[in-house]
């Protein structure tokens, strides 16, 4: 068997569990249950969860290179994105992403803005985009 062949094996075997685990052992907080709680972050009590992708750097891979180089961190790399709750919870997280992909590109790959359609979530200048099917909280773009 090709190292390939393997590979989607494992991948495919992942999925078939991915979501059945998430339905069972990740809750999503409604407003409601934010509020009961007192679960807010500081300057932003309307918001639900933060979104940030995180980096960690991999060793040179032997084929496609392209693929894992991130040119803003000037290696090879790895993303994951997580959404934390204000209680700093781990609500989701999306990892495995080659390193040329946009913080953007990773988050409409992730399937999550349909529990953000009226609960809003922070985010940093790389989501500018996601508030136009979503609710987000985004800092402002210099001119």
Known sequence: MTKRKI??????????????????YIKWYS???QE???FAFTNFPQC?????????PIKRPTENQREWYSGKHKTHVIKSQTINGADGRVM??????????????????????????????LADKAYIGIQHNCQAIIPIRKT
């Open 92 to 121: 989701h997280v999306y990892s495995g992403i080659n390193g040329r992909v946009h913080d953007i590109a990773i988050w409409r790959n992730s399937n999550v803005e349909e529990q953000f359609q009226n609960n809003p979530i």
């Open 31 to 33: 407003k409601q249950e």
């Open 36 to 38: 009961q709680n007192n």
């Open 7 to 24: 590979y989607t094996v494992i991948k495919n075997a992942i999925e078939d569990v991915h979501q059945p685990l998430v339905s069972e």
């Open 48 to 56: 639900l969860a933060i979104v940030d992708v995180t980096v960690q």
